[in-house]
Every structure is written in C-alpha cells, then in structure tokens.
C-alpha cells in the first residue's frame, strides 16, 4: 500500500447562520464597508472581462478561479468548495450514497466490478466480482474515467440505470437495469481475526458512522477472542473530528483528553475527551501509520501515543495539525482552517507549509533503516513527555515509536499488479464454478495452479517467459505471486474481507507490527493516566507552548 498524499478537508460541520453571524459580529461596520467597496470594483471587472476578453469565458469558472487564488493566501487546507465537491463531500460524511452499491475499479483499461456492496442493488441483480462495464444508459465507457462512471451510476433514489455487462463465460453482454437506492459507505473495511488474539481493524477515513462502526466491530473481535488490536491508519486522511474523538474514546480511559483546539476567535478553544460511557477496550493496541495517515487519523494515533495507551509503528504521518470548519454557501461551501489541534501532551504536529510543492509532496526519508527501533525527531522539533515520561516530538507530524518501512515488491511482481494479473487469473478461475465461494474457500495454489497462472501470463504478454519463470524461482517473488493469487481468488469468490485477511501475509510493514503487543501491554501498565503533560525544553534551546 503505497501512502498517498491528498489536500486534506476535515471536520466540523456547521449552520449557514455562522456566515451572518461573523458579518453582524466580529466583522466592524468599517471593515465591512471596506469590503463591500472591494466587491464594486470586482463586479466592475468581472463584467469587463466578461465582456471584452478574446475568449469567451463563463462568469462561474471566473468567479471559482478567483475565490481559489484568494484562498491560496491562507493555508492549503483552505478550499472553495464547488457544488459538485461540497454535495459528494457531504455524501461522504454521511456515510451514505445514492447509487447502485458496487466498487469498480479500472483493470486493463475497463471499468470493472471488484465487488458488489452487500444487500446493494448491485448484489440484488446479480452482479460479479470481474463484469465489465461497458456502457452506462446506452454511453460507452471505453475513453471514461473512473470518477466519470461512478458519477453515472449515481443519482436519486428511486431513480434507473441502465448498464451493458460483459461476463467472462457468457458469448453475448448483459442488459441490466437498475434501481438506484441508498447505500452503506463503510469507513471499516477490514476487520478480521489474525490468529487467536489479535484484532485487526482497518478505518479507511472517518465519517459520521466510524466510531459505531469501530465499536461494532471490536465487539465482534471480542466474542471471537480478542485481547489485542492491530489499528491501521495508513493512508487515511482524516474526515469529521467527531468520529476521531469516538474512535479515541473506545480505546481511552473515560474521561481522558484527546485534543484540544486553539484558534483566533473565542469559540475555536475546545477541549476533547473520550466518553465515560459504552465500550472501553482494555487490551494491548498497536497502531499502523504512514505518510499517507493525516488529520483525524493523526488525532487518533496521537492521543493514543500521549496517553501510552498504545505504540505507534510505521511512517511518520502527514503532519496536518489544523481544523477546518465547513461553512455552507448556498450550494457550495467552504473549508476554512479555524484552529489548530493539540494532542493531549501540548503538542501540534502540523508541518511548515511555507513551500506548497513541499507540502503536498513531502521528500521521502531514504536513508532511514527500515526496522529503526526509534525514529530521529524532525530537526528542531520541540519535545513533550507522554503520561509515563517517554519522549515525543511536535511539528512534522507523528514520530512512530518504532520505523517500519513499507516492503517493495519486485519490479516483476509490480508489473503483475499493474496488470491485475491476479485479479484477472481469480475471475477466469471462477467462471464456470457453480459455487463460487465454496470454490474460492476451497482454493489452494499448487504447481498445476502456477503452471496455469504462467502460461496466463505469457499468452497476455505481461512478462517473457524468462522473466516469470524468474519470479517463480524467487522464493520471495514466488511467495508474493501465491498470497496474491489466493487473495484475489478469495475476493472474487467470497469477499473482500476474505481476501484481504490472506493479502496481509505479504504485508511486511503489518508483519514486524504484529511484534510489538508485548512491549504496547508493558507501556500502558507503567502509564499514569490523569498525568498533566509538561512540555520540555526545545532541542538547541528554550521554548514556550505554541
């Protein structure tokens, strides 16, 4: 999993009336009438390039592009949110869509089912894991990108679609049509056992449903023998607060902080902490994080390391330690950055933003060791104390208490998932089988199995003979190219759960994380929660709290 770096939006929605109430309040009738002189002169060009330039231009795309280069004055995180961005984002949050309920995917060039959502419509008429979409209400999909198809495919409730579909085994497409419905957009996708003990949940971002979605399935964990949690944060960017806060509190002794916000104005002091009632899990935690963990993510990662509640292993996060307030304007909306967060030991961990290319593509850190026991802070960076008196570091984002590079496959290996080999080989694997789960639970990758796989590769031409045959005598290629096949096999056959519980054997990062529940159970018992956090002296120098 490879982190992804996104301008991030988060947080706290609120009421239209927050607009009049900055005008008639905190804005001065002299900065306001200031303001409205302002808006006569931009009325005035606006009409004059309107109506002069030599190229027709929309008054709209004029008047976005010019909101935009306001707000770059301002932060990055900072955004003018159109209509179609602030109606998907809110979507989002929700935790909800209207649609037909499948994730697609683009394989070779198609649009492609990888599941249906379950109890979706989509699951209702049938469709599998490997149809191909070939065209949406009578439009070919062949030159239509993925965000263009998801779009087709949503719309009211209650309303159709019709869809072309190609089905590996059937000689002619599928007519399809759909009613659209409400559906389920999960934030945890994967939550399974690894072993006896251990819990593993992964929260893909944070919507207005992931604290009872956590809860749910850390209840469930439990009554199959949970006594430890494996939470994984990579690549999530963050999302509502709120959420990050009960995720926090699930996790955290009731009571306990999780952050607090400071801003300019009076209302932007908050003060965050985990609820004193419902869930309270008691086992070892180990949180996974990469650059691509950031925002809400970084709140939830942070405030477990303050309070030694558990040990943080992976990447230092994405450094975003701002909180962005959505405000609404008619259709649209705007992400204003309002405050800054604090983790509970004073810290804030939002990166210097000074240099935009530099902040959206943060350089890798090369010459770190991949298993370093104890990452090097970012230069200057301010030192806190935890509850039991350990070290952690502000700015930069979140230091992990252990570096865990992320694994590499081989350049053979990559060019077999850039091609959704796998994929592919599973759904041909499983066309003619009338019982398809049982079949995928009933796989196994023997010699005929990789014979079969090879001579799949060779005829699509994604590697020489030469170079697979290289890879199966790679005992790590070869290991890679099983658990992926296996995996795809379970996703396309039973879920995506399944698969993705066999993919994370080829998780190296993962793996070596796994390691660490011993020394997370020792921390929290010599932890002293309730503990005033006190900021230490700055590395080179003193310092006083941001």
């Known amino acids: 999993m490879r982190a992804v770096q996104r301008v991030l939006l988060a947080s706290v929605v609120v009421g239209a009336g927050a607009i009049a109430g900055a005008v008639a309040g905190d804005v001065s009738r002299a900065e306001f009438s200031r303001s409205d002189k302002f808006m006569t002169r931009y009325a005035e060009l606006l009409r004059l390039v309107t109506a002069n330039a030599p190229l027709k231009v929309e008054p709209d795309d004029l008047v976005y592009s010019s909101v935009d280069g306001m707000l770059s004055l301002l932060d990055p995180h900072t955004n003018f949110l159109r209509p179609d961005a602030y109606a998907h984002m809110r979507e989002r949050q929700q935790g909800a869509f209207h649609g037909i309920g499948v994730i697609i995917s683009l394989r070779g060039g198609k649009i492609t089912v990888i599941t249906p959502i379950e109890g979706s419509p989509a699951a209702r008429v049938g469709l599998r894991a490997g149809d191909t979409i070939e065209a949406v209400d009578g439009q070919s999909t062949e030159a239509m990108d993925l965000d263009d198809a998801a779009r087709k495919l949503r719309g009211p409730e209650g309303s159709t679609v ?3 579909v190609s089905r590996p085994g059937l000689a002619e497409p599928l007519e399809l049509t759909i009613q659209r419905a409400r559906v389920a957009a999960d934030s945890v996708r994967y939550a399974f056992m690894i072993g006896k003990d251990t819990a593993y949940v992964r929260i893909t971002d944070f919507i207005r449903s992931t ?3 956590v809860r749910r399935a850390i209840e469930r964990l439990q009554a199959e023998g949970a006594t430890r949690l494996l939470l994984d944060l990579r690549d999530n960017p963050g999302g509502i607060v709120d959420s990050a806060v009960a995720v926090s509190g699930l996790l955290l002794e009731p009571g306990q902080e999780v952050f607090s916000t400071k801003g300019r104005t009076t209302d932007s ?5 985990a609820s004193r009632d419902g869930l309270h899990f008691k086992g070892s935690v180990v949180v996974l994080v990469n650059r691509g963990s950031a925002s809400a993510a970084e709140i939830v990662a942070g405030t477990l390391q303050d309070h030694d509640r558990g040990l943080v292993v992976g ?24 405050a800054k967060y604090y983790t509970p030991s004073g810290r804030c961990i939002q990166r210097d933003f000074d240099s935009f290319f ?9 010459d770190v060791s991949p298993l370093a026991p104890r990452p090097t802070p970012p230069p200057g960076a301010h030192v806190y104390f935890t509850d039991s008196g350990r070290r952690v570091y502000g700015e930069g984002g979140i230091t992990p208490d252990h570096e865990v590079r992320e694994g590499e496959y081989s350049e053979r290996v990559a060019r077999l998932l850039g091609n959704s080999a796998f994929f592919q080989f599973a759904v041909a694997h499983l066309a003619d089988k009338p019982d398809k789960a049982a079949a995928a639970r009933a796989f ?3 010699d005929t199995v990789l014979k079969a796989f090879r001579a799949s590769v060779v005829d699509r031409k994604w590697l020489t003979p030469e170079e697979i045959d290289a890879a199966l005598a790679d005992p790590k290629d070869r290991r890679d190219i099983e658990i992926a096949i296996r995996s795809e096999v379970l996703n396309a056959g039973v879920s995506l759960n399944a698969g993705y519980s066999v ?4 998780d190296e990062q993962l793996q070596e994380a796994l390691k660490y529940f011993d020394q997370a159970a020792k921390l929290r018992a010599r932890a002293h929660p309730g ?10 120098g003193t310092s006083s709290p941001p």
């Open 269 to 273: 002091y908050q003060d965050y902490r």
């Open 358 to 366: 530099d902040y959206v593509h943060p350089r890798e850190e090369s």
């Open 211 to 213: 604290g009872d979605e």
């Open 315 to 338: 990447e230092t996060t994405f450094g975003k330690g701002v909180v962005q307030t959505i405000y609404p304007v008619r259709d649209a909306g705007l992400a204003l950055t309002t």
């Open 531 to 540: 503990r005033v956090p006190v900021q230490a002296a700055a590395q080179g």
């Open 444 to 446: 196994v990758v023997d």
């Open 503 to 506: 993919f994370i054997e080829s």
């Open 162 to 164: 019709r869809i072309t």
